[in-house]
């Protein structure tokens, strides 16, 4: 947090509106301008920023979603919320990302009554995934395609930002505080569907209109609103908006010193027993937002590492291994690659803050650990 993101927050603290004035659209505009999308929908969170683009798009009970395991649950979560069923589709072997190839051989093989309405790659620790392979099965079979973004914010896919919606209908960012710019919570969800924008606008204020064209009522007087349909509570405050404007005018930073710390972390861990990720795939340029290694005897290194001081994560248990999604029997069999990479992954610390004594200290610590 800087200053000038502090007196952003302040200013409208000290204004007419803290929630519903201008200063939303204005954060809208300004993502989507950064984007080159026509459209943004600020929303309270990633998640209710997929659970709108879902919405949207007509999903509902006996559809069905597909999204990668390797994600935080709320990539399948917002199919739940709808009442749809969600399955997996395994990733690749070189990066954790869904996997063309086997979305290919998963629709060949599924009956035409079971496949999936809509499509929700998760381009994984800042990295687009295959967008362009992706639209075009996603096309051939009639899928609607959410991309979830929350890692990517100020990635590039083929020389675009990542956002454009290029390769997809609808893409969602979330503006949580590990993600690449923030607003406390937040989202946003990006579209060039002007149909799909106005619906996520109606949804997100409880389905309530106020647009005289879209009137079935009589109108007695400028009170009158209409309910059309049932809709959340999913608005962002001006509060947070501002906070979000003023990040924004940082993200290109904060994306070139995650980029640094990444390449910094390349050099330093090359001569060390671990594997990393590619730094970069064709055609596209990560955001950095995760730095994961794969180790041997992971347990015992995160424990070590932890007990450094070192604040250690793993990204992520595979979302069907969760109790709530073996309960609907999903078969871990079926994703080799996304078993085989959960299995020895851990993601070190790697923020835009993190100096380089910090950073020489991690490496040092992972070094001693894996020594052991
Ligand atoms: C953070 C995240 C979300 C959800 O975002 P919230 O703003 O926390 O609701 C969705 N998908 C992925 C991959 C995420 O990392």
């Known amino acids: 947090m800087s200053d000038e993101d502090i007196a952003a927050v302040v200013e ?6 803290i929630t519903q004035g ?4 204005r954060f809208e505009d300004a993502l989507a301008h950064y984007c080159e999308a026509q459209h943004g929908v600020a929303t309270s969170s990633g998640t209710a920023a997929l ?3 879902c919405r949207a798009l007509g999903l509902s009970e006996g559809d069905t979603v597909w999204t990668s395991p390797i994600s935080f649950v709320a990539s399948a979560n917002c199919a739940r919320y709808c009442g749809a069923s969600v399955d997996f589709v395994d990733v690749s072997a070189d990066y954790p990302l869904l996997d063309p190839n086997a979305l290919e051989d998963k629709l060949k093989k599924t009956p035409a009554e079971r496949l999936p309405k809509i499509l929700i790659p998760v381009h994984f620790a800042g990295m687009p995934c295959d967008m362009e392979s992706i639209a075009i099965l996603a096309q051939q079979y009639d899928i609607a395609v959410i991309e979830d973004a929350a890692h990517a914010l100020g990635a590039l896919y083929d020389g675009q930002a990542c956002g454009n919606c290029a390769y997809s209908d609808a893409t969602i960012f979330s503006f949580h505080p590990v993600k690449s710019i923030t607003t406390g919570e937040g989202g946003m969800v990006m579209s060039n569907e002007a149909t799909l924008a106005q619906r996520m606008r109606l949804l997100r204020s409880h389905g309530i209109s106020k647009e005289p064209a879209e009137m079935t009522q009589e109108v007695e007087g400028e009170w009158h609103y209409e309910q059309l349909e049932l809709g959340y509570h999913y608005r962002m405050t001006d509060i947070q908006a501002a906070l979000g404007l003023s990040q924004l005018q940082k993200l290109d930073r904060f994306i070139e010193a995650r980029r640094t710390l990444a390449e910094r972390y390349d050099t330093l861990l090359s001569e060390l027993p671990l594997q990393t990720l590619p730094a970069t795939l064709a055609k596209r340029q990560s955001a950095h937002h995760l730095y994961p290694i794969a180790v041997a005897h992971r347990a015992q290194v995160f424990a070590q590492l932890k007990k450094a001081g070192i ?4 990204h992520y248990i595979p979302i069907y291994q969760q109790p709530y999604y073996r309960a609907l029997g999903i078969d871990a069999s079926d994703y080799p690659q996304a078993e085989k990479y959960y299995r020895d992954t851990i993601s070190i610390p790697l923020y835009p803050d993190l100096t380089h004594t910090q950073q020489d200290k991690v490496v040092e610590a992972l070094s001693g650990a894996l020594a052991k």
């Open 12 to 17: 409208v603290l000290q204004s007419d509106f």
């Open 22 to 25: 201008s200063v939303v659209p």
């Open 51 to 53: 659970h709108l683009a």
């Open 311 to 314: 604040g250690v994560n793993v």
